[in-house]
């Protein structure tokens, strides 16, 4: 599985664009990234998933450059509730079996007014 | 929008005893986990369940730990003989049979283990 490195924290106000970057180096080619969103005493809660280029959804945007080595979250005018833990993760989606997923330790994103 | 629930939200057992975690997956999804995450710590695998049998387990995954389908809808964790450290939030996942659906996750059990 390949490893992900992301920042431990960061900190965001009200309104501001937040940019979270995850590098995956030894990504291979049948891996996806994938975001997941996780709130105290809660489950992760899928955000976004992508292969390369550019991803949008309702709640993120998820930008892959073409050598796939890094991929960055973005999140358009956080507010308060968007305080949570956000995890990367790499791996892959094409084959059946298993496909357990490994997390790190994740983003810890601070929200303030 | 569809979600897997899991019940109890909190069960608090005696070391040594028997508990039964229970989840409800997404209606139409195949493949089910199992991961747990100890107080302040990362997200750990368990366990993955597909067709009826076990895809996948982790070394946590040991003789203690049991998963079944009992029926159409339920998708149940038993840990036989519980210890302090099985105190954790457990959470069940679950995922199409299609190539590159995500997990979706329930909101967990906490487990306390006196």
């Known amino acids: 599985l390949a490893k992900t490195t992301q920042p431990i924290s960061m900190d965001s106000y009200e309104g501001q664009e937040v940019n979270i970057t995850c590098s995956h180096n030894n990504i291979a080619t049948n891996d996806y990234i994938t975001w997941y969103q996780q709130f105290p005493s809660q489950g992760p809660r899928f955000i976004i998933q992508g292969y390369k280029t550019k991803v949008t959804n309702e709640v993120a945007s998820l930008f892959i450059p073409a050598d796939r080595k890094s991929s960055t979250l973005s999140l358009p005018r956080v507010s308060l509730s968007d305080t949570a833990v956000y995890y990367c993760l790499v791996g892959d989606g094409v084959t059946g079996g298993g496909n357990k997923l490994t997390f790190g330790t994740g983003t810890q994103l601070k929200v303030e007014l | 929008e569809p979600e897997v629930t899991q019940t109890p939200s909190h069960q608090v057992t005696q070391m040594g005893q028997e508990v039964i975690l229970r989840c409800v997956p997404i209606?139409?999804?195949?493949?089910f986990y199992w991961y747990r995450q100890i107080l302040g710590q990362k997200v750990e695998f368990l366990v993955s369940f597909y067709n009826n049998e076990i895809s996948e387990k982790s070394e946590i995954f040991d003789d203690q730990f049991s998963v079944e389908r009992p029926d159409g809808s339920n998708f149940t964790l038993k840990i036989r003989s519980t210890k302090l450290e099985d105190s954790a939030m457990y959470f069940c996942a679950s995922r199409e049979d299609r190539a590159n659906q995500p997990q979706h996750f329930g909101d967990g059990t906490r487990l306390s283990i006196l």
């Open positions: 209606s139409n999804h195949l493949y």
